[in-house]
């Protein structure tokens, strides 16, 4: 089993910056591809960013890039989200999600979830 514990979500104005934890515990988190999606109320889950396990492929949503960056640190278990520029669409619930198969993990198939941290955007 994996756990996942989000952290760093709030109340930002439109154009600052927020940074995204995802704290793990469990087994090996270097064996992980990890990732981050997003539900905005009333809408589906949408994928926004993976990291592969040694940091060697990142892959973002289009209406993320150039914005967003992806980034873990193995030796303390965690990733993290580098949100700057950020525009009211982009409030939503994030979800940090883990699975070893980095490819399957770019297309939605995750392994663990964790329960989420709120980001809201003010115009």
């Known amino acids: 089993q994996v756990q996942l514990v989000e952290s760093g979500g709030g109340l930002v104005q439109a154009g600052g910056s927020l940074r995204l934890s995802c704290a793990t515990s469990?087994?090996?988190?270097?064996?992980?591809?990890m990732s981050w999606f997003r539900q905005a109320p009333g809408k589906e889950r949408r994928f926004v960013a993976a990291?592969?396990?040694?940091?060697?492929?990142?892959e973002y949503g289009d209406s993320v890039k150039g914005r967003f960056t992806i980034s873990r640190d193995n030796a303390k278990n965690t990733v993290y989200l580098q949100m700057d520029s950020l525009k009211p669409e982009d409030t939503a619930v994030y979800y940090c999600?883990?699975?070893?198969?980095?490819?399957?993990?770019?297309?939605?198939?995750?392994?663990?979830w964790g329960k989420g941290t709120l980001v809201t955007v003010s115009s």
């Open positions: 990291i592969s396990w040694n940091s060697g492929n990142t």
């Open positions: 999600a883990a699975n070893t198969n980095y490819y399957l993990l770019t297309r939605g198939g995750v392994d663990y």
């Open positions: 469990g087994r090996a988190f270097s064996r992980y591809g």
